[in-house]
């Protein structure tokens, strides 16, 4: 079977797997794992319940006859996972892209790990410079200087670039935008900017708290010459442009304003081992189960392309062609990664 013969009903490729391997997290940002819904109080999934490394790398190698190219770790935070070097490790012998995507907290102490078991790169999410908005942003008392000190470690360890990621919500934190690019310029880090999204049912989601990707550009044109820069793959989500000296660029993820569900090639894993076709989905299919029923190789591959090829979602614009999600069910993203 190849990656030619495996599309789903509106003709999109299987290229890259999201992997969440822990649904716990040491933040609680309100627009991702809310504290008052995620608070103490709050069941997590049992260990026991987490795909093992084995089957994780079960359904990778089942997924690269299909067309997969890439696989990033995700969670909850993918670095509170013990012994994480060790999946990336069996996962970079298999010769494919390998991402992280966390909130750099404990990047410090991992990045060389990492690195030296084959990590490709890095993604950070940082929402703010300033603590204080950092803190209304994130929940945490884990200081700006502790994510920035992430980052210098994710490049000593030759992680470059590294992108960070940066929620932007109106009223909260869109002042931070410009510091962010004026901090990062002429570095090796890449600065995305993410239009809030209505992810899950708890982060109480309104239209009026997001700020246009558009709005936001011409604001930061306001004081960096930027221009546009071409996609470096067509399933790319960011729109970047560069700084016209050269001295960095900037990414715009609008999901909100401009859907990009056409050329969207991703699937994800929850840690519980649930297949989601979509960011937004409200369900998935139990690939733990099949491989626990003894599915493997070439019976796993077959299962995920079936799985795939049944595929039609387009979350993002029904959402804008209703003007409404409140009657479209979706399931929290910290269960299956961002």
Known sequence: MTSEQVTDRLGRQLKDLRISVTDRCNFRCPYCMPRERFG????????????????????????????????????????LRPDLADLVKRLSDLEIEL??????????????????????RVTVSLDALDDDVHRAMSDTDIPVETILDGIDAALE???????????????????????????????????????????GRTNGWTLGEVVASGD????????????PLAAERASDVAVRWGHSDGSGEIGLISSVSAPFCGDCVRARISADGRFFTCLFA????????????GANGGNLTAAIAAIWERRADRYSE????????SALPRIEMSYIGG
Do not use: W
């Open 40 to 79: 103490e109080e709050h069941t997590f999934l049992p260990r026991r319940a987490f795909l093992s490394f084995d089957e994780i790398e079960k359904v990778v190698r089942a997924s690269i006859p299909l067309g997969l190219e890439k696989v990033r770790l995700t969670g909850g935070e993918p670095l």
């Open 99 to 120: 991402a992280l995507t966390t909130n750099g907290s404990l990047l410090r102490r991992n990045a060389a790990a990492l690195a030296a078991a084959g990590l490709t």
């Open 157 to 199: 360890a030759g992680l470059a670039p590294v992108k960070v990621n940066c929620v932007i919500r109106r009223g909260v934190n869109e002042e931070q935008a410009a510091k962010l690019v004026r901090h990062f310029r002429g570095t090796d880090v890449t600065v995305r900017f993410i239009e809030y999204m209505d992810v």
């Open 216 to 227: 936001l550009l011409e604001h930061l044109r306001g004081e960096f010459d930027l221009i």
């Open 282 to 293: 409200s369900g998935g299919h139990d690939l733990r189960a099949l491989i626990q029923n």
């Open 318 to 325: 029904l959402r804008s062609e209703e003007t409404s999600a």
